[in-house]
């Protein structure tokens, strides 16, 4: 490319914010890539002080690395290019770090800044590369908002959903445009009669009254010179619950009509600005959503649609005045993650007429989501349409398995059905605006005959739109679908916070979260869901350091259901996140909570055992005690805490926690391990599996512990007899002890109880209990039993994060080649680039390949056992390699 030409893209990427290699045509072999800020791609709104940077090195060749970064910063992409007017010059730094904080100039408010970055790779010091990106800041301040909280003058037992418009007119020519609104409740923006953004269910649940979220979004393209609309249509969520159901989220503190705060900010082309705010000015009627509840489902009359009524030229003469409302909370921050969206778009697999007015649906697989139904039918027909995830005998809709948390006080509300009456104009489609369900089928029934199709019903999968990170393939298909549907049920859990289930409740369930975590990390790009999540965790901290079960919540879960063995939360996911990415933020935001946490156990338990916990839930027959399970974590967050402490250099606090947790260790070994027989407690699978998985075991009782462990899973069949604890563990404590095999044999199990059982008898998403046929406690998408998906790569893949060097700057690679599964393949990428951990049988040898991306390294655990060696280009290996980054080929025979 010729350098004017090339000068020429460069500044026009710049302009358009998109990252641009300048030597990406072939001059270099080292190339940044991915640039992101506060771990997204050039995201609009940030409001901290410091953001964060990080990148990935791309470069293919055998010990590929960093040896030195410069970042730029700017406003001027032009000036960027050039390394002038900088806001901040990192300077040129010999250091392989790929992710560092911003320590510039004051970032100043609605500002896009440009980022430069430079790289040198093992070329050497004299040859570099670059990328650009970029981030805009928002409101940085909550001074900065000019627009009024506004809602209408209904109260909150009033249904339907109210319309807010407003004309204005833009007359000189428009360089850029900003929407920045903030909602209690949930909202969907309009301009000039087009919904703004694919966004879903914004913005995120979260404590109202002590964090309000706003959300940006670039309208340039929707804004025209002369008259503009913008309108805004309120739905309650979480803010004005209307439903009734046990955890009494219609009692809460912050109920209120939904309300909302609108920025609008125009930048013409003449460098001048007007911001177009919300206030009593706005017009507002009622729509014709008649109904919304996020808990239950969305009704519409489309008799009351009330057509253009977000366009300039309506006529809203009978619509009348908002009223001002104080904001939900005095603390109203940006938003910054992967937002909801309706990922996928299912068709049904199949269509059942029972009559003329009755049809059911089978979209063939578990989601959370919504329905669009799409038909024609006279004016006043009544369209109910029942989500369920079971059918009866006789093929219909059957709700029992998931509406036993719900209240009704009459018969209007009917769980997971929405209601829609048609408006007779022609061909109408109806999609929940408000709402999501958790379903496999669609019992649609209508008060006059309908024709149904099978085209005429979709579904969409909707979720936080967490990319993809990871992948397995294996030659056991059941192993396939296990990990498919442990998926399905994260995802369908991961609405800006983890929840249990989608149908039933909702609720950010912290045991169920703790226990997903890694299969989360492992699968999905999910650190900004985390980090909102806990800081919902510190908006619901009380000062003597308890936390409630749920998350966020109305004030239900102090008192029940929280404890060590759930609202670990607080320390477990903080120090995962970390691992996997390298990232002290969390850690650094969360130090304090996590201390005030560990303190108050300490308090209330000085003997270093603890009884406050829930227990090994939904087990198969056998529980340990409280104090066992409750102990065990009580000992996992004061490790955490101890290393936590040592990585923030708080010495002071890391020799107290280190004793302190040496201290619960002691105490729990002193009551429930038998030295002379390596037994735990009563024996149970449980009592073995947490101790090793927690490594709470002498180093000299190891290997007796495991061998009791694995002869007490040979008494069960090799099937799992436990809960939720102690099935996350169990796999686990197999195969990092020798057992992997066993662990396998388990892992693939098709016969009760098993992930297998649940797959054979046809499930798409993991259950809420081993049993299928349990009269309670049988949701058919809870994500409880699903760490089996981080052990997939851990315990045959063999991909784990080096705690030495986190973020998987150096990869452990410790694959098991077990009996009975012919081929495995384990796919992650972490900070630094897709790790590959790949072996397959070739007779009586097993070819395993793996790849380590650019600038990190790997430590690699070979299994020789039964007298076999590795060769590696037809040269004896060593059974532990450390390597550099690259690709490499070993031969065990």
Not at 66 to 82: I, P, W
Not at 118 to 134: F, M, P, Q, R, Y
Not at 316 to 340: C, E, M, Y
Not at 751 to 762: A, D, H, L, Q
């Amino acid at each position: 490319m010729k350098p004017n030409l090339q000068k020429t893209l460069n500044a026009l990427l710049l302009f358009a914010g998109v990252a641009f290699s300048a030597q990406a045509y072939g001059r270099a072999q080292t190339e940044p890539i991915d640039l992101q800020t506060e771990h997204l791609v050039s995201p609009l709104g940030i409001d901290v002080a410091s953001p964060r940077l990080s990148w990935m090195m791309k470069d293919v060749r055998q010990g590929a690395k960093q040896l030195a970064y410069r970042v730029y910063v700017g406003k001027d992409s032009l000036e960027v290019v050039k390394k002038k007017g900088l806001s901040w010059d990192s300077g040129k730094l010999l250091s392989a770090n790929s992710l560092v904080v911003y320590k510039g100039k004051l970032l100043e408010p609605y500002t896009k800044y440009y980022w430069l970055l430079e790289i040198w790779g093992k070329d050497g010091l004299t040859n570099s590369s670059t990328a650009v990106s970029s981030f805009e800041t928002g409101l940085m301040s909550m001074t900065n908002w000019k627009g009024s909280w506004i809602t209408d003058n209904n109260g909150i037992e009033v249904k339907p959903a109210p319309y807010f418009r407003k004309v204005f007119s833009a007359e000189k020519k428009i360089k850029s445009a900003r929407a920045y609104i903030a909602c209690g409740g949930l909202y969907e923006l309009y301009l000039n009669g087009k919904k703004v953004g694919n966004h879903r269910m914004d913005p995120m649940y979260t404590r109202f009254d002590r964090r309000t979220l706003y959300v940006t979004y670039d309208v340039t393209s929707q804004l025209q010179n002369g008259k503009n609309a913008v309108g805004v249509l309120l739905g309650n969520g979480w803010y004005n619950h209307q439903s009734t159901a046990v955890w009494d989220f219609h009692k809460a503190p912050w109920r209120n009509r939904p309300t909302f705060c609108l920025d609008l900010r125009i930048t013409y082309a003449d460098g001048t600005v007007e911001t177009v705010t919300s206030g009593r000015e706005w017009k507002t009627s009622l729509s014709p959503v008649t109904f919304n509840s996020i808990y239950t489902a969305e009704h519409y009359d489309a008799r009351l649609e009330q057509l253009g009524w977000n366009v300039a030229n309506f006529d809203d003469a009978k619509w009348g005045n908002s009223t001002f409302r104080s904001a939900p909370s005095d603390n109203i921050v940006s938003q910054q993650l992967h937002p909801i969206r309706n990922v996928e778009k299912i068709t049904a697999k199949s269509l059942t007429k029972v009559n003329d007015t009755t049809y059911v649906f089978d979209l063939g697989r578990n989601i959370s989501g919504v329905s669009q139904i799409s038909l024609s039918a006279e004016a006043g027909t009544v369209v109910k349409l029942k989500h369920t995830e079971r059918l009866y005998a006789n093929g219909r809709a059957d709700m029992s398995n998931i509406d036993q948390h719900y209240r009704p006080t009459d018969n209007t509300d009917p769980f997971q059905t929405d209601v829609l009456t048609l408006s007779g104009r022609g061909e109408e489609s109806f999609t929940p605006h408000f709402n999501y369900k958790g379903f496999q089928y669609v019992e649609v029934t209508s008060s006059k005959p309908i024709l149904l199709t099978k085209g005429s019903l979709v579904g969409f999968f909707m979720h936080s739109d967490v990319p993809p990170v990871g992948e397995i393939k294996s030659s056991n298909p059941t192993l396939d679908k296990i990990w498919f549907a442990t998926n399905n049920s994260y995802l369908s859990n991961f609405f800006g916070y983890p929840t249990d289930c989608p149908q039933r409740e909702k609720n950010g369930w912290t045991g169920d979260a703790h226990i997903a975590v890694e299969t989360g990390l492992m699968n999905f790009d999910g650190i900004t869901i985390y980090e909102k999540w806990l800081a919902d965790h510190r908006d619901e901290q009380q000062p003597n350091g308890i936390l409630p079960s749920i998350i966020p919540t109305d004030g239900w879960g102090y008192e029940w259901g929280n404890g060590p063995d759930w609202t670990s939360t607080i320390a477990i996911i903080p120090w995962n996140v970390y691992l996997y990415y390298g990232d002290d933020r969390i850690l650094r935001n969360n130090y304090d909570n996590i201390k005030r946490y560990v303190d108050h156990i300490g308090d209330i338990s000085p003997s270093g055992l603890t009884t406050w916990g829930l227990g090994d839930w939904v087990p198969v027959s056998t529980k340990p005690p409280v104090e066992f399970t409750s102990s065990v974590f009580y000992y996992v967050d004061a490790v955490i805490l101890s290393k936590t402490a040592k990585l923030l250099n708080k010495t002071e606090d890391f020799n107290k926690y280190a004793a302190f947790a040496l201290k619960i260790k002691t105490a729990f070994n002193t009551k429930y391990l038998n030295t002379s027989t390596g037994m735990y407690g009563g024996g149970l699978q449980a009592e073995f599996a947490m101790p090793l998985y927690a490594d709470l075991v002498p180093e000299n009782l190891k290997t007796k512990v495991a061998a009791n462990l694995a002869k007490k899973v040979g008494e069960s069949k090799n099937h799992p007899d436990a809960g939720i604890l102690g099935a996350k563990a169990l796999l686990h404590a197999l195969s990092e002890n020798g057992y992997s095999d066993l662990a396998y044999k388990v892992a693939a199990q098709e016969t009760y109880p098993s992930w297998g059982w649940w797959i054979v008898n046809g499930a798409t998403t993991l259950y809420e209990n081993w049993r299928i046929d349990a009269k309670s406690d049988i949701s058919l998408n809870h994500i409880m039993f699903g760490d089996i998906g981080a052990w997939l790569y851990k315990g045959i893949g063999g991909i784990k994060t080096d705690e030495k060097a986190a973020g998987f700057k150096n990869v452990i690679l410790k694959p098991n080649f077990v009996v009975g599964l012919n081929e495995f393949e384990a796919k992650h990428t972490g900070p630094y680039g897709e790790i590959i951990s790949s072996w397959k049988r070739n007779g009586d040898a097993v070819i395993y390949k793996v790849t380590v991306p650019a600038n990190s390294s790997a430590t690699i655990y070979l299994p020789l056992a039964s007298g076999k060696k590795a060769y590696s280009a037809g040269k004896l290996s060593t059974a532990i390699v450390n390597v550099p980054a690259g690709q490499y080929l070993y031969e065990i025979k």
